[in-house]
């Protein structure tokens, strides 16, 4: 076909509420009931083809409810890691080779069938595999992964479409290929459609993919690979291993043709991965590209103008939302003493204090649990730590009980030192610190809040005063890749506030923008002279 195609114009997808008595919400409880009813294998997929893994068996359980499992995965061994990459290899020249309007209608599919079959189940596994409400589902799962699907596309015919000057009787060109070698995705627990975005995104340009998911967010996972199969996605083009991961180190990280590794995690588990590949650089073909968001230690700076309500809401919110197991959880913050004394701190405390975590499926609740036994014990330890420090104090919350399944209380402390590990350490749960400042010592508590973690993924500033919002947002310009004026440091959306951070917190490749996407090619520019010279001497020898 002879023709230049333009992609659809991409737009957000609209939230549903899932309010009482509506279709979506009996829809989606229906849904839910039927896949808590039955015990699924959970399976990898090597070259199109679902595979049994040899491994041991993992058992993927409802975390608001530990005792019932959802379903089965196993442990990939490195003979089905060698597979997978051999099958990523093999697909790479025809998926690189096919056309970018066949490549895009993929994906593009794909983001409709989730919108539309599939929103039910995509969002129901995320619920009970990953303990999200409803609304917590909607945004995750459904919402952000149809952008992520729809505006990469977008994002990739931009980068296609960006060509070099041409001079008279010379036409330059550029050729966006793939990377050099097949990319290996490994993908969080936390966010469903960032397990979809780490291996879709290379795939739109070109690259084929092995994907390891989270063995706790494997249940939605089977679901993301079902929807891409269903679009019509060649075999191998993404190859899904399942389990921990030893064997992906063992085997696709030492490969030689890794050509590149997109990354959510932890901060030592990506410097793991850095350090691996330095150590072998020169076994590799290529200097793979490492793309990683990795942890943060998120703010809310107040100043003493700041609306007491709107800090307050964007407090509980930024902190207790999906238990604070966001990369963007608000986890430390700065009040003056004129608001907390004043009211700030009464509010947070009785809103928090309303909070109810439960089980998920009672829409009533506005959490569910904690991701799994590791988690509930990483907080545990600081709540017994605190018990014995006398400069912070558990104001309300510090509990935890994991009796029917992972549930750590929403919890508020306040420190006297802004030093303390409340201010540096992450603990990816739903744990708020806050320091309480001198309202004359404002400037100085913003240089120092800004350099105390190691982190750099996202921040707030509450003030209603111009000069103070201006000179501190110069203050923190480094401190946050994702920065908020009067809103919590939660809830980038693809397209509009693309997401990433620095430091310890990543690479700030931006996912949800074409800053991500241009990290999946390696151009080539070629320059065709029509006419040219049949002399070879210049014109200043004559």
Excluded at 460 to 480: G, K, Q, Y
């Amino acid at each position: 076909m002879d023709a230049l195609f333009t992609v659809p114009t991409p737009e957000n997808e609209p939230v549903r509420t899932y309010a009482p008595g509506t279709a979506e919400r009996e829809s989606l409880q229906k849904t839910l009931a039927e896949l808590a009813g039955t015990q699924l294998d959970l399976d990898m997929n090597i070259a199109g083809q679902w595979r049994r893994g040899t491994g041991a068996e993992i058992e993927v359980v409802q975390p608001h409810k530990r005792s019932h499992v959802l379903g089965v995965t196993r442990e990939a061994t490195d003979s089905e890691v060698a597979d997978a990459v051999a099958a990523a290899k093999a697909a790479r020249r025809d998926w690189a080779a096919m056309a970018f309007v066949d490549r895009a209608a993929i994906f593009l599919r794909a983001a409709e069938l989730i919108s539309g079959p599939y929103r039910d189940r995509i969002n129901g596994a995320t619920m009970l595999g990953q303990s999200k409400t409803a609304a917590q589902a909607e945004i995750d799962s459904a919402c952000e992964l149809i952008d992520f699907l729809r505006f990469n596309v977008s994002f990739a015919e931009g980068i296609y479409r960006q060509q070099a000057n041409s001079s008279k009787g010379i036409w330059n060109r550029t050729d966006h290929r793939p990377l050099d070698g097949f990319v290996l995705a490994i993908t969080p627990f936390n966010f469903t459609a960032i397990a979809g975005n780490l291996p879709t995104a290379p795939a739109i340009m070109g690259n084929t993919v092995v994907w390891k998911p989270s063995t706790t967010q494997q249940f939605a996972a089977n679901v993301i690979m079902q929807v891409l199969l269903e679009a019509g996605l060649p075999p191998g083009v993404i190859n899904m291993v399942t389990g921990v991961g030893q064997a992906v180190s063992n085997v696709a990280l030492l490969d030689s043709d890794l050509g590149g590794i997109h990354f959510t995690g932890s901060t030592p588990t990506f410097q793991h991965l850095w350090r691996t590949v330095g150590e072998n650089i020169a076994g590799y073909r290529n200097y793979p590209r490492l793309v990683g968001e990795t942890g943060g230690k998120d703010f809310i700076v107040a100043h003493p103008s700041a609306d007491p309500q709107s800090l307050a809401v964007a407090m509980v919110r930024g902190a207790y939302e999906y238990q604070g197991q966001k990369c963007s959880a608000l986890s430390r913050t700065y009040v003056p003493a004129s608001l907390w004394k004043s009211g700030v701190r009464d509010a947070v405390v009785g809103m928090t204090e309303d909070i109810s975590y439960g089980d998920v499926t009672d829409f009533s609740n506005f959490g569910g649990a904690v991701i799994d036994s590791r988690a509930y014990a990483k907080h545990t330890a600081l709540f017994e730590r605190l018990e014995r420090d006398d400069k912070a104090t558990v104001i309300t919350g510090g509990s935890a009980d994991d009796s029917v399944g992972y549930f750590v209380q929403p919890t508020l402390i306040e420190s006297s030192d802004p030093t303390h590990e409340l201010f540096s350490d992450e603990y990816f749960g739903p744990i708020n610190g806050v320091y309480v400042y001198d309202d004359a010592d404002f400037d100085q508590v913003v240089r120092q809040a800004a350099d105390i973690a190691p982190y750099a993924l996202t921040g707030a500033l509450f003030a209603n005063d111009r000069a103070a919002i201006a000179r501190t947002s110069e203050e923190l310009r480094f401190a946050a890749g994702n920065y908020y004026i009067n809103d919590k440091p939660t809830g980038a959306v693809v397209g509009q506030q693309p997401f990433g951070g620095s430091r310890g917190s990543g690479t700030n490749d931006k996912a949800g923008s074409w800053q991500n996407l241009v990290r999946w090619v390696s151009p080539r520019s070629i320059k065709e002279t029509f006419v040219p010279p049949t002399d070879y001497r210049y014109p200043h020898q004559g």
